[in-house]
């Protein structure tokens, strides 16, 4: 019985496109940030990463329940020129065990060759420095081989010189370098001690400038910050009666 399987719902091209990794982290930035991109352009769950490991909850989302890891896309969108960029998303609320991390980095690595993905590009917090009250937190970049740091340039990402990632993102980067595969990271600095939308709204920025094909208006995201982080609060406590001892979030980086 393998113990990672991908399941698909819906078969779709998914060439060249953008696969983007959202497992909870600083802030839950990268949740927030994921759903967020979700719900803005409509996409679909497409299927699911199933696990014995993971934790045994369902999402219920639009009075649908889903496994806490799911996979999202849309149809792509295509320019004038002939070019066409498409979002898929992979997105969990809670963090997979230790032992199941790298496996799963690998599972999704396989599965975006297959799937003939052009880049994946996780999404991470990183802790705010400085002043906490601070506004216009500083969104990093990391990538995999010199074509994504290139990337990274082209869009005016300050490059991260030292650190330490962990967790399935830390996996995605050292195993795109190892294997020469094309994986960037995106990093806000976020508060760490409460819910920051404002910190997922800076990683929704980039993102609509990196795929000018695709707008994602990070506005509203903006504007509904408490509201936003209310719910993920709500949401928060009521999976505890029902998943006892969820593992605390881990801090991804350390700068």
């Not at 991908?6 to 959202?22: G, Q, T």
């Not at 803005?40 to 999402?59: C, D, K, W």
């Not at 809670?94 to 599972?107: G, N, R, S, V, Y």
């Not at 590009?121 to 074509?147: C, M, R, Y």
Request: glycine share 6%; charged share 25%; proline share 7%.
């Amino acid at each position: 019985m393998e113990e990672i399987k991908i399941l698909e719902y819906r078969k779709m091209d998914l060439s060249e496109s953008m696969v983007l990794v959202a497992f909870p982290t600083v802030g839950m930035i990268s949740s927030i940030a994921g759903n967020y991109i979700i719900d803005s352009l409509n996409l679909q769950e497409i299927g699911s990463i199933v696990s014995r490991y993971f934790s045994p909850t369902a999402i219920i989302h639009k009075s649908q329940a889903s496994p806490p890891v799911r996979i999202y896309a849309g149809n792509k969108n295509c320019g004038p020129d002939g070019s066409c960029e498409q979002i898929v998303v992979i997105i969990s609320e809670f963090m997979p065990p230790l032992e199941i991390i790298q496996p799963l980095a690998e599972k999704i690595l396989e599965w975006a060759d297959k799937k003939k993905v052009k880049i994946i590009t996780a999404l991470e917090g990183t802790h705010a420095l400085g002043d906490p009250k601070k506004k216009g937190f500083i969104v990093h970049g990391i990538g995999s081989t010199p074509e994504m740091k290139k990337f990274l340039d082209k869009y005016d990402i300050d490059q991260t010189t030292e650190g330490m990632i962990t967790g399935v993102t830390g996996v995605l980067l050292y195993k795109g370098v190892l294997e020469k595969r094309n994986v960037i990271c995106l990093l806000s600095e976020a508060h760490e001690a409460y819910p920051d939308s404002r910190s997922a709204a800076n990683l929704v920025k980039k993102l609509d400038i990196i795929l000018p094909g695709i707008k994602i208006d990070p506005e509203p995201l903006y504007n509904e910050a408490k509201k936003i982080e209310a719910n993920i609060r709500k949401f928060l406590e009521q999976s505890k009666p029902t998943a006892p001892g969820l593992p605390k979030i881990p801090s991804s980086m350390y700068v």
